[in-house]
Each structure stands twice: as C-alpha cells, then as structure tokens.
C-alpha cells in the first residue's frame, strides 16, 4: 500500500532501534512512538479512492496511531474540488484516527513548472501592490487572482471555503487597486481613475491631503474637486499652494 510501508518500517525502527545500528538510545523510543507520534502522508488523489488505498489496511495496522494528510489535492483529475473536500472531511469526521487535511496549496508554484502548475488555490495577477527588498534585490509583490476550474462553478478558493463550512470567496476584488493602500504616487493615481469610481478618487485624494499634513474639512468639495482632478501633479500642486485643505 502507498505510504503504509514506510509507516511500518518506521514504527518498526522506533521499536527496534539496534536492528538499525541504533544500540544505545537515551529515551525509550518505542514509548516515544506509542504516546506522541503521528503518522502523516500527501497525496493527489481524490478522496473516493482513499480507503481502498490506504485507510483500511491503515486502521488496521495502526489502530491508535493518528495520521493525516499533508498534502491533499486532486489537481490532475479533473474533479470538482468542492464535493471531493467536503467527501475527505466527511471522512475525517467518522474516525478519530483521521485527524484531517492541509489543502495543497496556497499559491501556484511557478518556479517549479510542468505538472507543479495545476496545484494552488490563487495565482498571480498582473498588478504589483507593493514592492520588497531581500538581499540587496527590489521585487514586485503581485495581487492574487482565483484559480478557475472547469469541472466546478466555483473558483477553487471558493469550492474550498465552502467545503469547510465557510461562506464562498470573495475574490472579484482581489486584483483591483485599493484606494487606501495604492502609493501616494502618479502610478497610484492612475490605477485608482482608472477603476472609474468617484469614492476612490475621493480616498485618494483625502489620504494625500492627511499624508501632507493637511485636513478635509470640506467632504462634498474635496469629492467635487477629486472627481475633475486630472492628475497628481496638479493635486500636489494645489496641495502645496495651499489649495487643498
């Protein structure tokens, strides 16, 4: 049985350490074992092949030995992700043993490629919300979009939200610029007139004024005057003059 195997040759070590030249142990290993131990494996298959090839031979050899999975998704099966989680929790639910699951994983691998691809829950967007700085080197951090998979009606974040008992995901605004969080720049204007919004513009605009030191005393004229504004240049410019207060 995948992964069984090793579990027992392991057990079998912890129980028998000379037999692995392990002669002198300072702590009692197979008490080690017996009380603290748990038994863990990944795997990409869906959750309906999981007994006939693992759990009932699992449960049997290792009747008080907990295990879960580290590593769980059908990414290549081309499978509904939603019923296959809440199948595996289902599972998890009816025997103690079965502690749970990790879902595999949280960011599409890129650096990895080939068949590495179909696993991840969000990919990377096209705009750069922030920028970081390791070893010298200047990075972009990339906004986050759904993965969408074509046997489900669901984004996969979603399918797996639900599959735990949470509410669907809201992901429609992942990649769109954020009016309290873009730079203070000409780039953060651009990226906020262009999601075409006068609330936006409005923030912006009033998280400028506050960032010079300034404050809006007029709400209604500062969204009146951010609506027209024509760029940052121009605001910084007002701003300087005293023209925005």
């Known amino acids: ?3 069984l195997n090793q579990m027992v040759e392991l057990r079998r070590a912890m129980t028998y ?3 692995y030249g392990y002669y002198k142990p300072k702590h009692d290993l197979k008490a080690v074992y017996e009380t603290r131990f748990t038994n863990s494996f990944n795997t990409a298959n869906p959750s309906t092949e999981l007994n006939d090839l693992f759990f009932n031979a699992y449960y049997e050899e290792f009747p008080t030995v907990p295990v879960f ?4 998704h059908a990414a290549q099966r081309g499978i509904d992700q939603g019923p296959d989680v809440s199948n595996i929790l289902q599972m998890a639910g009816s025997n ?3 502690l749970g699951i990790n879902f595999f994983e949280f ?6 490629g080939g068949t590495e691809l179909a696993f991840g829950i969000f990919g990377l967007g096209d705009r750069s919300v ?3 700085s390791i070893a010298g080197n200047t990075y972009d951090a990339w906004c986050l979009e759904p993965v969408e998979v074509e046997a489900s009606a669901q984004s996969l974040p979603s399918s797996v939200a639900i599959a735990f008992g949470a509410q669907a995901f809201a992901s429609g605004e992942l990649c769109q610029p954020d009016a309290d969080k873009v ?5 953060g204007f651009a990226d906020i007139v262009a999601m075409g919004t006068e609330a936006s513009r409005a923030t912006f605009v009033t998280r400028v004024v506050r960032h010079a030191g300034g404050t809006v005393v007029n709400a209604a004229g500062l969204a009146a005057y951010a609506r027209t504004l024509g760029s940052f240049a121009t605001l910084e410019a007002a701003i300087a003059a005293g023209g925005a207060s």
């Open 1 to 3: 049985k995948p992964a």
């Open 17 to 19: 350490p000379s037999l």
């Open 69 to 72: 999975i580290g590593e769980f």
């Open 96 to 98: 103690p043993l079965f």
């Open 107 to 112: 960011q599409v691998r890129y650096d990895k």
């Open 130 to 132: 922030s920028k970081l």
């Open 183 to 187: 730079p203070l720049t000409a780039a």
